[in-house]
C-alpha cells in the first residue's frame, strides 16, 4: 500500500545536506517502526535507517555517521538527515513504516548527488 508522503528529494552537490521528510496522516495506530530504503539502479532495495519504540535507531554501515533519522513529536513522521552525501547516495528513497503487522510505503523520492 501506499500510504505515506515523502518530500525533500532533490539534486545536491557531493558533500553538500539534504533533508527527507515523510508523514503518515492516514494512520492512527501506534506506529512501532519507521524506516527510509533506497533503491539504486540496478541494485535491490536496502534498509538505510530506521527509528523504533523508545527511538532506538539503527543505521546501514554506508550512512552511519552521516544520516540521523528522527521522529516527529506525533509520532507520524519521519525525518531523514542526510549530511555529506556521496554520489554513491544517489538513488530513490523510500519511506516505511509497520502498523499492527502491516507494512506501508511511500511511492519514493529521488536523491542525486552529482556536481
Known amino acids: 500500500q501506499v500510504r505515506l508522503v515523502e518530500s525533500g528529494g532533490g539534486l545536491v552537490q557531493p558533500g553538500g545536506p539534504l533533508r527527507l521528510s515523510c508523514a503518515a496522516p492516514?494512520?492512527?495506530?501506534?506506529?512501532?517502526?519507521m524506516a527510509w530504503y533506497r533503491q539504486a539502479p540496478g541494485k535491490q532495495r536496502e534498509l538505510v535507517a530506521d527509528?523504533?519504540?523508545?527511538?532506538?535507531?539503527n543505521y546501514a554501515d554506508s550512512v552511519k555517521g552521516r544520516f540521523t533519522i528522527s521522529r516527529g513529536n506525533a509520532r507520524n513522521t519521519a525525518d531523514l538527515q542526510m549530511n555529506t552525501l556521496e554520489p554513491e547516495d544517489t538513488a530513490v528513497y523510500y519511506c516505511?513504516?509497520?502498523?499492527?503487522?502491516?507494512?506501508?510505503w511511500g511511492q519514493g523520492t529521488q536523491v542525486t548527488v552529482s556536481s
Open positions: 527509528i523504533r519504540t523508545g527511538d532506538r535507531v
Open positions: 516505511y513504516c509497520n502498523v499492527a503487522g502491516h507494512d506501508f
Open positions: 492516514g494512520i492512527l495506530s501506534t506506529i512501532r517502526v
